[in-house]
């Protein structure tokens, strides 16, 4: 659709800073640029009226991982790159609350648990886990409440991590491991907050407008091309997670689906969240009665990149995530919601973050921790960018 004068004019002129993608990054990135560069002009451009990917479509963790990710990571990573990839989580997490508060997020310090269902499960072995578990809080703990014990009810010497058997006995697991600063907030409420602040701060927001391709602009800066006609802009993040490659090709990143149910058991378990199975499977405590079941990432079974899908592939994942329901709830009442989101993830769990071109720039790969770590890496994309622009 050509763009008429009145837009090209005034409602869609170029723009100084153009965010593509309308997550937990994007807006976090769109907001601190515009904190910090009050005079120039935002735009925030997002293809789907909410969003597609992880931010409107998680179970609302604000967690760190669990013990048996965290031996996966250590192995990965080794102990500098792990160390620091939890504290991006912890200051991702400290990012949003001071960015929005507590009260706008429905903050909840919960806590939560990793669950054992035999001595061993997963790609970890339970008494692997429970033997590194001092060393993990030599590790971590000093990072955690460095961090977070100034917005956390948490002393500062509590431990990342402690045995909960109490809790293992209460939800029939062979162990359980209490992730001591875990919390949880409230999805919706967290992605209001953000468009409150975003329409406060004076960005344009443009939901529903796809970008289809990104090219040098003739006179420098950047053109988008959008169903709507051509936008410029003199510098662009490119902050769509696991969908990048649709704009940037040659990033190592690559979408990952995960189910997500709400069911009502006929049995509640104890309020917060749980960790399963290396937390390849999870679940969460709602209002109601009613429990958030999801994950199911190592189940094997491929679902076609949004929007494209495939009923049987769905229909499969959602036996199994159903029975993996009914093996930690008991009994299922009803299945009240089914949905998937979108995750970015890569050869490891750190984002990428950085530049492929002058004025292109990049934040992706939240590697499902994109709740935690995503606010973070937005304030850092924004302060890379740099000082005001022509």
Request: hydrophobic share 45%; with cysteine; aromatic share 6%.
């Amino acid at each position: 659709m050509p763009i008429g004068y009145w837009e090209s004019e005034h409602l869609l002129a170029p723009a100084h800073f153009t965010v593509i993608g309308g997550g937990i990054v994007g807006m976090s990135a769109a907001l601190h640029f515009k904190a910090t560069h009050p005079e120039v002009r935002v735009r925030l451009v997002e293809r789907d009226v909410l969003g597609e990917g992880g931010t409107t479509r998680n179970a609302g963790f604000a967690c760190f991982g669990g013990a048996g990710e965290w031996i996966d990571d250590l192995e990965t990573l080794g102990t500098q790159r792990w160390l620091a990839l939890i504290r991006q989580r912890a200051e991702g997490l400290r990012t949003l609350i001071e960015l929005l508060g507590p009260s706008a997020l429905g903050l909840e310090w919960s806590g939560g648990w990793e669950l054992f269902a035999a001595p061993g499960i997963g790609r970890q072995a339970t008494r692997r886990v429970l033997d590194a578990i001092p060393e993990l809080n030599r590790l971590a703990q000093p990072v955690l409440s460095s961090i977070l014990q100034d917005v956390h009810p948490a002393a500062a010497d509590t431990p990342a991590l402690a045995l909960a058997p109490e809790r293992a006995k209460d939800v029939g697991a062979h162990a359980a491991v209490h992730l001591c600063w875990e919390g949880m907030l409230h999805t919706g409420k967290m992605v209001s907050a953000f468009h409150k602040a975003l329409r406060a701060a004076d960005i344009q927001c443009l939901n529903g407008c796809t970008v289809n391709a990104l090219t040098p602009a003739a006179g420098g800066g950047w053109t988008l091309d959008t169903q709507r006609g051509q936008l410029l802009s003199e510098k662009v993040a490119i902050c769509t997670n696991g969908f990048a490659r649709s704009i940037l090709p040659d990033l190592e990143v690559k979408p990952a689906p995960n189910r997500v149910l709400v069911v009502t058991p006929k049995t509640m378990p104890p309020a917060g969240a749980y960790h399963i199975e290396d937390g390849y499977l999870y679940f969460r405590t709602l209002p109601g009665g009613q429990v958030l079941f999801g994950g199911g990432r190592h189940y094997g079974i491929g679902l076609p990149q949004f929007p494209a899908h495939d009923a049987e592939a769905t229909a499969q994942w959602d036996r199994r995530l159903t029975a993996d329901a009914e093996q930690w709830l008991g009994p299922i009442d009803a299945i009240t919601h089914r949905w998937t989101g979108w995750l970015g993830v890569g050869s490891d769990r750190e984002p990428i973050m950085g530049s492929t071109a002058p004025g292109l720039h990049h934040a992706v790969r939240m590697g499902g921790m994109g709740v935690a770590i995503g606010c973070g890496m937005g304030k850092a994309l924004a302060e890379a960018i740099g000082p005001r622009m022509t």
